[in-house]
């Protein structure tokens, strides 16, 4: 079974600073996806942005980036230039691609990120 | 103009009774999902239909029990609630492969 790990149960950062969060997974797939969601205080989950197990390229969405390392199955995230609005639990998600029941999202425990005006 | 929409945002009910959560995907998604968020903010699936079948169902109790009527309703009907299903019930929506839209979340509450 997939495993998704988040090792920082609560990070800070400055306003305007950057600040990477960590995610490890274990999985036996070679094709999955990975995600990051956001959970502001509203409890709405927000997709913040995904890489496809196959691309070598990592994934870029405005001031959020991640570091995608395969082969140490390694997802982490970067948010440059920190807002107020960036403060949010993240979760790193996993997802197979080999249909039916793979789909499924599995999850991480989240990080917490307060951002510090 | 809500793409996944859940009702009730929030349910406050007594041990013991049953209660349903509706949710409805106005994407033309053929997958739709549940997931459980505890306390601690970690989040399970559930169960996932695909075209009104069901593909997933996790060791979830039986109390629990999901009905998708069609592609773009998944229902979620808990019987004789416990105080541990207390949490927020997620439903999500996708397009097979696709990535996975969330509903806003029902949170439950059992005194």
């Known amino acids: 079974a997939q495993t998704v790990t988040q090792s920082q149960p609560e990070m800070s950062v400055q306003e305007a600073e950057t600040v990477t969060l960590s995610c490890t997974y274990d999985?036996?797939?070679?094709?999955?996806?990975l995600f990051w969601y956001k959970q502001p205080p509203s409890r709405q989950m927000i997709l913040v942005i995904r890489?496809?197990?196959?691309?070598?390229q990592n994934a870029t969405e405005n001031r959020f980036s991640v570091n995608f390392q395969k082969a140490a199955k390694s997802f982490s995230l970067k948010i440059s230039d920190s807002q107020l609005g960036d403060a949010a639990m993240y979760f790193c998600?996993?997802?197979?691609?080999?249909?039916?029941?793979?789909?499924?999202?599995?999850f991480g425990k989240g990080t917490l990120l307060t951002v510090n005006p | 103009d809500t793409a996944v929409s859940q009702t009730p945002k929030y349910l406050v009910t007594q041990m013991g009774n049953d209660k349903s959560i509706k949710c409805e995907q106005n994407?033309?998604?053929?997958?739709m999902y549940w997931y459980k968020q505890d306390s601690k903010k970690f989040l399970k699936i559930m169960f996932s239909y695909n075209n009104k079948e069901l593909i997933i169902n996790e060791t979830v109790p039986n109390r629990f029990s999901p009905k998708s009527p069609d592609k773009a309703h998944l229902n979620l009907h808990i019987n004789s609630l416990e105080l541990g299903d207390s949490a927020v019930y997620f439903c999500?929506?996708?397009?097979?492969?696709?990535?996975?839209?969330f509903g806003p979340g029902t949170r439950l509450t059992v005194l």
């Open positions: 994407l033309g998604h053929d997958t």
């Open positions: 999500a929506s996708s397009q097979v492969s696709t990535q996975q839209f």
């Open positions: 998600a996993y997802r197979g691609n080999s249909g039916g029941s793979n789909y499924k999202l599995t």
């Open positions: 999985t036996s797939e070679s094709d999955y996806y």
């Open positions: 890489q496809e197990a196959y691309k070598q």
